[in-house]
């Protein structure tokens, strides 16, 4: 059996002129450039949705308070019911309860 050989060869006339290789050259440095833009404009875009992201995260997580009110004449009661309805926590800093305008 006989080894194989695996080799490129690559041959270059002599008659080329330089127009072509400076030609050539100058294409392969506007590829390479508009190669660059198209990254720095991928980057943008990704921090961009990433700063939406957190943004959307940040909202999603927010607490919703929501209040119902129930009178009982019979009963002469009154109930106050607050639910967080959010995905976030509430913080209840502070509680006031007034009765016929005097705080309790």
Not at 27 to 32: F, H, K, N, Q, Y
Not at 48 to 66: D, E, G, V
Request: contains cysteine.
């Amino acid at each position: 059996m006989e080894p194989i050989v695996a080799s490129v060869v690559y041959v270059i006339a002599q008659s080329v002129s330089r127009w072509f290789t400076d030609f050539g050259t100058l294409l392969s440095a506007i590829t390479a450039l508009a190669s660059v833009i198209a990254a720095c404009i991928a980057v943008r875009f990704s921090q961009q949705q990433m700063k939406m992201h957190k943004q959307h995260n940040r909202r999603m997580a927010t607490p919703h308070l929501s209040g119902w009110a129930h009178t009982d004449p019979s009963r002469k009661t009154f109930f106050f019911t607050l639910e967080n309805n959010g995905r976030g926590p509430a913080i209840a800093r502070e509680i006031k309860l007034w009765v016929d305008g005097e705080l309790q």
